[in-house]
């Protein structure tokens, strides 16, 4: 299996970022980390295992990248509005940085992304923001609702980045069309504190007609063997 080491200094968040590529052919899979998580965090728990025949016959190629959260979404010191600053520099950081390496490296146009507990998180919001770039969405046990890490504050930043919140007040025609031709699975488990979370989005996403598929796993399912289980069963579909 190819595995790739990669960092450069990033003009989007001045400071030097490292990523893992897994894979030579096949769709482009952009791999979040769980919360405050590193770039190789898919291969210590033995998620790149999990998919190592899509790896070797050339259906996926996976960008396992860096969070930053500790200093976003996570960064209790800062104001809020300066964590949602600094996520919104991880997101050009992908966009102009990331991405751009990825389609260099693979002309495959299909873009997935993915992740667990608040990878998923931002495997979605990503998604969302950006439906006419992405082809399929995997959240796994995720949290859409970021207001936990905004201490109560608003600002358009944050609320653009709250899917929870932007979602159910969505009415550009060509937004809508993008995001109802994504393919978008939300798994999570049954005893999961998230579930409800992943139910309200559910709820948001039909009421725009958005089509998805919400999965509910038996037991709490928020640990690595349950993400190794879904990641395979969905990385092709809705099965």
């Known amino acids: ?15 030097e970022m490292e990523l893992l590529i897994f894979g030579h ?22 998620m790149i295992a999990a998919l190592g025949e899509h790896l070797e016959n050339g259906w996926l190629q996976l960008y396992c990248v860096d969070s930053i959260d500790s200093e976003s979404w996570y960064a209790r010191w ?3 509005s300066g964590r949602a600053r600094r996520h919104t520099q991880y997101e050009n950081y992908l966009l102009n940085e990331v991405l751009p390496l990825s389609a ?9 992304t993915t992740g667990a507990s608040f990878g998923a998180y931002h495997a979605v919001n990503f998604a969302f923001r950006y439906p006419s770039l992405v082809g399929r969405t995997i959240g796994m046990s995720g949290i859409y609702d970021i207001s936990d890490w905004t201490d109560g504050h608003h600002n358009e930043t944050i609320y653009f980045n709250n899917p929870c ?10 937004r809508l ?34 089509w998805h598929a919400l999965r509910i796993w038996d037991g709490w399912a928020h640990d690595w063997p349950w993400w190794r289980e879904m ?9």
Request: aromatic fraction near 12%.
């Open 1 to 15: 299996m190819h595995r790739e080491y990669q960092h450069w200094y990033s003009p989007s968040l001045g400071r």
């Open 25 to 46: 052919a096949g769709a482009r899979v952009l791999v979040f980390p769980t919360s405050m998580g590193r770039f190789y965090e898919w291969e210590d728990r033995g």
């Open 78 to 80: 800062a104001h809020p």
């Open 104 to 112: 260099y490296r693979n002309p495959n146009p299909f873009l997935i």
């Open 165 to 174: 919140a932007y979602i159910p007040n969505e009415h550009d025609g060509s």
């Open 177 to 210: 069309e993008a995001l109802r031709r994504l393919d978008i699975i939300l798994a999570v488990g049954r005893d999961d504190s998230l579930r409800l979370n992943n139910e309200h989005l559910s709820g948001h996403l039909w009421g725009k007609s958005i």
């Open 231 to 239: 990641i395979r069963l969905y990385i092709g579909g809705h099965d």
